[in-house]
């Protein structure tokens, strides 16, 4: 599977982005897509994930009401909407493949990962 995010860039706080993770490949073996990001000096952390055969979606609580995960089979992308940005929101945002293995909250258990996209809230 391979995996592409898109759709980073420079928001005011407040604002709103639609990040994309485009999907190719071996799809069948994906059982959860989950989102991470990494601010500087920081540690990756858990953002979201969708299970992919239900689409039920899970996040990490500060930004539980305010992202949102949703998937669309037929433009073979998963995305990340994001509302009332907040400058602490600001990182690179990846999007990976769960191994089925481990805890689905650890990008340790992730792989396939799409190149990452920055995301700038600031005034």
């Known amino acids: 599977v391979q995996l592409q995010a898109s759709g980073g860039g420079l928001v005011e706080p407040g604002g709103s982005l639609r990040l994309s993770c485009g999907y190719s490949g071996r799809t069948s073996a994906i059982s959860v897509l989950g989102w991470f990001r990494q601010a500087p000096g920081k540690e990756r952390e858990y953002v979201g994930a969708?299970?992919?055969?239900?689409?039920?979606?899970e996040y990490r609580d500060s930004v539980k009401g305010r992202f949102s995960i949703s998937r669309d089979g037929v433009k073979d992308t998963v995305y990340l909407q994001m509302n009332q940005l907040k400058p602490e929101d600001t990182a690179v945002y990846f999007c990976g493949v769960f191994r089925g293995h481990g805890s689905y909250y650890s990008g340790d258990n992730y792989g396939n990962w799409g190149q990452g996209t920055l995301v700038t809230v600031s005034s």
């Open positions: 969708i299970a992919w055969s239900t689409g039920v979606t």
